[in-house]
């Protein structure tokens, strides 16, 4: 699975977290080793682990409607129609009256017309 891309300029929205003295040190050491920022570093991390928590959620759980949602729509963020149409699908034909059904539906006619 792609990584969500996102460059400095791009960024409006403010993530505040607290850490330990012991989590900051790690997370700096592993930053410059990877030659990153501490930010982005820790941004391509959590979006990285984010996106591995829904594909394996949705994997494990193929009636997981939500996380298939949520799949489809990083899927369109990445530019990956394919994978979220895939999704969208599944959705759909699991849930053909019910609201995730009908959401994914919408999105198909929006993003698959």
């Known amino acids: 699975m792609a990584t969500i891309a ?3 300029a791009a960024r409006s929205a403010r993530l505040g977290l607290r850490a330990t003295p012991e989590q900051e ?4 050491r592993a930053a410059e080793v990877a030659h990153k ?3 982005d570093f820790v941004l391509d991390s959590a979006c ?6 829904l594909l394996d959620v949705s994997k494990r759980f193929p009636y997981h409607l939500s996380a298939q949602i949520h799949l ?3 899927y369109l963020t990445q530019g990956n129609r394919t994978a979220a149409y895939e999704s969208l699908i599944q959705v759909q034909t699991a849930d053909p009256n019910g609201a995730y ?4 539906g919408e999105m198909l006619k929006q993003y698959f017309p």
């Open 37 to 39: 920022s501490l930010t």
């Open 6 to 8: 996102s460059s400095p």
């Open 48 to 53: 990285l682990a984010a996106e591995q928590t």
């Open 101 to 104: 059904g009908q959401m994914a």
């Open 25 to 28: 040190a790690v997370l700096r």
């Open 72 to 74: 489809a729509v990083t």
